[in-house]
Structure formats: C-alpha cells, structure tokens
C-alpha cells in the first residue's frame, strides 16, 4: 500500500512502497527518567524497536512535512536502529532527516541542532551512561521541538500507544548512507547528513571566552586531560580543546568511539573513570581533569588532588557566571534535582535569585528555561546546564570550568576552598545499590513509605527529624503535577537523607541514598564525606534495610 498522510493526492513521481506490518503489543515500553532502555536483545526482538517508533509517530500531533533530527552515542545497535527509524520516518510522512555523520550526534548536539533548525523534533538513540555491546543495553528517546527530553505528557501518550499498538509502517527502501556529509532525496523525503560536531562547536565558541583559553592553554598555564570514555564526545573534544584552544593532542584520552566503549561502563565518576582519577590524585596531575559518558551530557570535573561534587560544582557555577562572557549580565533564576545538595540554593539566597527544586530528570527544567525562569540547571547524578539546550551538557560543563580558571587564575582546588569559605560546605554522598530484585526494591520503598507518619520529632542520636515525606512537584509554568519522586527525611540541621529508584537502569532497579549534612567551620571543611556522614550513613540503613533485605554488605557505587 501507499501512505498518504495529508490525504491529498500524492506527489508526481513519488513511487516509494509503503508496507503495514502487523505487530503484537509489548507490556513493558514505558519511558523512564529519560527514554526507554532495555537490554541490546530486547530491542533486536521481532518488532520492538519499531512497536516503540510508530507510538513515538503515532502520539504526535502530526509528521507529514516535518523535520525530524536523527542519531546516537554510537553503542551497539546504533546503526541497525537508525537505519530502520529511516525508513519509518520516510513511511510516516517526514520530509526531512538530519542525520549525525556515521549515526552520532552528541545528546547536547542533537538538542542544538532541533533549535537551531527548528526542527518538529528528534530521536536520540542512547542508554548514557550504561555500558554498550551485543549483551548490553541500548536506548531511545524522543526530544521535542524546544530541543528537550519529551515531558511526561508525551512519555505516557507513547506508553499508552505501545500497549495497543496493532501495526507500523514502514518504507520498502535500501539502506542510506550515513558516512557522506551532504543531502539526498528520496521521492519526497529529504536526507541530510551533517558534521555532528561544527554547530555545536560554533555554539561554544559563542558562550566563552577561547581567545582566553587559547592563550592560557598554549601558556602552560592551564594543562589538563579530558577522558572521553570511548563514547561520543571523543571527536568533539578533539575538535574544540586540541584543534581550535591548542591543547596537546594527548590532552584528550580514549577519544575514538566504540561500539561496547572499549569494554568499559561510560560512566564520569571516580570509579569508571579510573584512569583519569590515578592521574588526578597522581604526582603528575595537571591542573584541571575531566570526563564525560556515552552520549556527552554527563561531566565529572577534577582537579590536582580534588574531586569536585556535581552538587558543588553547579554552585560554583552559580557564584561565579558572570565571570563567562554569555552570562555576564547574570542569571535569571537556578534550579537542581531534588536529589541534589543544597549548596546551589545558597548561592541563590546570597544574589537574590529565584531558585527551583524538580524531580530527577531533564525534562522538568524544559518549561523553566523555555519561561527564562533560570539560566543554570543541575542534577547530582553529574549533570549540569543552561539555557543554550534543553539538555544537560558535558563539554559545555568543561569549557566553563577551564574559562573560570583563566579568569580567576587560580587552580580547582583554591577555587572550591574558596566557595566553601563564603557559603559553607555541604558534604555529600551518593550510595547506589544495583540491580535490586524488583520485588526487594519495591518492598523497601514501601517499608519507607510507611515510616514516613511516624518520623517527624523523632530523635536519632544527634540528628531530629523535621520532615519525612514523598517528594511531590507542581510545575509553576503549566501547573502540572509530579508525584512519588523519592523520599525525603530532612532533619533539624538542614542534614538529608534521599531514597529514590532509578529509572535509567535494565536490569532490576537501582537504590540510590542520597546522604547531606551542612558544614560551615572552616576548620572542617576538608572531612573525608564518608567519615563526616557515617552517622546518616547509619540511619539510613536503619530506615531502608537495604543490606538486610539483599544480604549485601556495601553499595555497588559511592559518589
């Protein structure tokens, strides 16, 4: 059959076979926190990928002309994947696809490249941060016209569609290549494939200073090294800090893209990037470190001898903006994760600035910046951003530490200590238990839940309970609701304790607590945050039994 989707005669000419498959629903299709991830085999079952796309297409309000923005982290299955949603695009009445060269387009590339083109929308084709190859996960998402993850309006609309899906359609088509920059058309679809990196390399160079950059990096004065994981951000940092700020081509490590990341889990903490932390904490350490995951919006920033929290670096950010030439004039509002320490709201009371708290993920600071009710946005899970996408953006995350350094001319460490003397220190930590039994984790988050009424006044040894709840989020630009985003205990002292399952998982759920105690002695700012947290580290078992209910005897991951 042929597909028309305006309902008017088709184009002289047009000639492409359009074919309705008949499929069988999949239950288990819902988006979580940004997308759907499924292991690398889910998504190569008879019809999976597809049933997924054609709910994606058939949620919208309508695709015949529009553009639609195409690519990935390049993990395994990227390729197969794109060439398929082609050939869907093409049988569901797009007109154009811009496609990353080769299939890749960083997460917070393909958020520009929606913008700038103003595009209807985009697929982006990652699990982040999971690990890649044949018997790993994959993932997708779809991004809308302001350049963001699709809020949650659109996420249930998808499921909702994936759960009585009969049939797609798709285009009878050869595959098209994806590694020759330039445009070609297929009856009435046009096909561009773009340099995934030279928009958004143009974009950085319009936010910060790189003739300041240059010079102190072909000084001497700023030497650094960049671990790209094997993942996406490899030719973009090639690109910006070796080809145009002159960086030393070493400078930039594991800089090819894999298909499974080099073995490796692309994850820009500590413990995945070992590499770059050895170096770090080593006796030749450079002045600034960092790293980025498997689709680029994730950051880890170091420097000699110091590790920098997400949470604290998004405060620092805040403090010291008008330092970057596209936020000299300063900031509208901040906002952060709930999850997320506390430090960047202190900064917001001392300048005055409207400060927001949302549930996990991306999408819930879509509306504030789309409204200019902030600038700077940031999650602890390693993310942090502005209003230049509607995505979190690893690269953009470095430049902007390497600009404050040139400015301030002082190292990573001298300019943390220096943020903790002025707003104090709030010490933070992050304990992830990994594929929990669902059943487990479930039953934990209500063994949780029904403590909650009984906390409140309760004391355990030197910290009160003030408040214990569920972490519910009321959206002040469209006035919808989010509920049951985590569980919070906050005590007297401003101290916190957060659980919360993760949604980015594939296999089981993922337990993260999130442990945060207040300190403004100056004398105790450099405490090890294991130490100065155990005794909420303590309670925090005592409230989940998360080692008692799994026979575990530590988490898998400690940020």
């Not at 797009?94 to 103003?118: D, M, N, V, W, Y």
């Not at 990573?412 to 669902?438: C, L, M, N, P």
């Amino acid at each position: 059959m042929y597909f028309n989707p305006s309902g008017h005669s088709p184009h002289l000419g047009f000639i492409m076979q359009i074919n309705t498959i008949t499929t069988q629903p999949y239950s288990d299709q819902n988006p979580g926190t940004s997308g759907l991830r499924k292991k690398v085999r889910v998504f190569q079952e008879k019809g999976y990928l597809e049933n997924f796309v054609q709910s994606i297409f058939d949620s919208l309000d309508e695709t015949a002309g529009k553009t639609l923005v195409l690519g990935g982290d390049g993990r395994y299955f990227n390729r197969q994947a794109i060439q398929t949603i082609i050939k869907m695009a093409a049988a569901n009445g797009f007109s154009e696809l811009i496609i990353g060269q080769g299939g890749l387009l960083s997460t917070p590339a393909a958020s520009h490249i929606i913008r700038k083109c103003e595009a209807y929308g985009g697929l982006i084709l990652s699990a982040s941060h999971n690990p890649g190859g044949p018997d790993d996960d994959f993932g997708i998402k779809y991004n809308v016209g302001n350049g963001g993850p699709a809020p949650e309006k659109y996420t249930n609309a998808f499921y909702q569609r994936s759960l009585t899906i009969d049939s797609y359609r798709i285009a009878e088509m050869g595959d098209v290549d994806l590694d020759t920059i330039g445009s070609t058309q297929i009856d009435r679809l046009k096909i561009t494939i773009i340099d995934p990196v030279s928009d958004y390399a143009e974009l950085m160079q319009s936010i910060f200073d790189f003739n300041l950059l240059k010079q102190s990096i072909g000084s001497g004065y700023i030497t650094l090294r960049f671990d790209a994981m094997h993942a996406i951000t490899g030719p973009y940092a090639k690109r910006i800090l070796v080809d145009m700020l002159g960086a030393p081509e070493e400078s930039v490590i594991n800089a090819t893209p894999l298909e499974d990341f080099g073995g490796h889990h692309p994850d820009p903490n500590l413990a995945h990037a070992h590499e770059l932390a050895e170096l770090m904490f080593g006796p030749h350490a450079p002045i600034f470190g960092a790293a980025s995951d498997g689709d680029g919006d994730r950051n880890m920033i170091t420097g000699s001898q110091i590790f920098v929290t997400p949470s604290d670096s998004l405060a620092i950010m805040a403090a010291n903006a008008r330092l970057i030439p596209a936020y000299a004039k300063g900031l509208s509002g901040v906002a952060r994760s709930m999850p997320t320490s506390q430090a960047v709201d202190r900064v917001a009371a001392a300048y005055k600035l409207p400060c927001f708290e949302t549930p996990t993920g991306w999408k819930f600071f879509g509306n504030l910046l789309d409204a200019g009710k902030i600038t700077l946005c940031g999650e602890e899970s390693f993310g942090t951003g502005s209003d230049h996408v509607r995505e979190k953006d690893g690269l953009w995350a470095v430049l902007f530490w390497l600009n404050l350094i040139a400015r301030k001319r002082q190292p990573v460490a001298d300019i943390v200590h220096e943020h903790w003397q002025k707003f104090g220190r709030d010490i933070y930590s992050r304990h992830d238990y990994e594929a929990v039994e669902t059943e487990i984790a479930n039953g934990i988050v209500e063994h949780l839940r029904n403590q909650l009424p009984t906390l409140p006044g309760q004391t355990f040894g030197e910290f009160t309970v003030k408040f214990a709840d569920e972490f519910s989020y009321a959206d002040p630009v469209d006035d919808s609701v989010s509920k049951n985003q985590g569980i919070r205990v906050g005590f007297t002292d401003g101290s916190r304790i957060v659980f919360r399952l993760s949604g980015t998982g594939t296999v089981g759920a993922t337990l993260r607590i999130y442990l945060e105690k207040f300190e403004a002695d100056p004398a105790k700012h450099d405490q090890d945050a294991q130490e100065a947290l155990a005794e909420l580290i303590k309670l925090a078992e005592q409230f989940c039994e998360v080692k008692k209910r799994t026979g575990r005897t530590a988490p898998n991951v400690i940020t």
